[in-house]
């Protein structure tokens, strides 16, 4: 598939800003919340890269204004759950930050934004696992990898937040993140091994809806030129670039976090601000540039026709 720059940046940061508003919610919901203004700074924080990944969605869209009949098929389409819960998070975010201001209890209203957050990523996930025509995203490891990604992302954006307030989460913080970025590592690693061994296999029958094992014999090319559907539907990667993207990814979103929490983890008294902000930054990278391999490396099955 082709990359499109506005779903990758959206995936990204939504992610990221809902993962820090699940961490966010669930110290409110354990009455565990630091001090109101870093609480709000973090609500803030994550209201951003929401909203900013929210609208940069709508770039990729024909109709951009028609945005608003996406909401209508919630029945039926996860784009549109995810787009109904998506806003339905900003109630609790708002009912929060307003328990924080006035002082009242934020448990309930920490527990229904952590909640809200969680399905908005599964739906995230779901639109695209639910795509029959892309095996590579039909990998049962699609809907756990988009979730661990928000919340590792998420997370760190938070502590990085309460260290630079002068709260910082403690050593059990980062060991919890190393262990999130070396369950990441292994993660991507393995999907990406049955993506180079064919084990999500497609024959050229299931372009046409046929059983796999029906032999199919093209006769002739459909077009001679490339056109909308080998440009969109089957970007092709070689693979050394692959392989070479992947490498940056896994340094990015799993190796350097690791290494900078290390620290954190084993001394005390360790200023932990720089080393969560620098993790952060550096996982939102790695996680930008897997995200662009999951649209480049997905093969349409349509492609099977040239």
Known sequence: MHPAFSVIFFT??????????????????????????????????GFVCVSAGLLSSTLHLGQPQRAWRAFSQWRSSWLSREGVVAVLCFLPMLWLAAALWFGHDPRWAGALLSLLSLLTVACTAMIYASLKPIP????????????????????????????????????????????????LWRLKRHGWRAIDRGDLPVARASALGLPADRSIKVFERPHTEAN???????????????????????????????????????????????????????????????????????????????
């Open 12 to 45: 990204t940061f939504s992610g990221a800003g809902y993962g820090l508003w699940l961490w966010l919610g669930l110290l409110a919901a354990g009455n565990a919340l630091p001090a109101r203004l870093p609480s709000l700074f973090a609500l803030a924080l």
């Open 228 to 306: 909308y559907l080998t440009r969109e539907m089957g970007f092709v990667l070689a693979r050394k670039h692959a392989g070479k993207l992947r490498g940056i990814a896994l340094l990015l979103f799993a190796l350097v976090p690791a290494l900078c929490l290390l620290p954190v983890w084993l001394l005390v008294h360790i200023d932990a601000t720089p080393w969560f902000l620098v993790a952060a930054l550096s996982a939102l990278a790695g996680t930008l540039v897997e995200r662009w391999l999951f649209f480049a490396e997905a093969k349409h099955v349509v492609t099977l026709y040239y």
């Open 136 to 183: 590579a995203w039909r990998h049962p490891l699609v809907l756990p990898v988009y979730l661990l990604f928000a919340l590792f992302t998420g997370g760190l954006l938070l502590a990085a937040l309460l260290s630079l307030s002068g709260a910082p989460p403690g050593n059990l913080a980062g060991f919890a993140a190393m262990l999130a970025a070396f369950l």
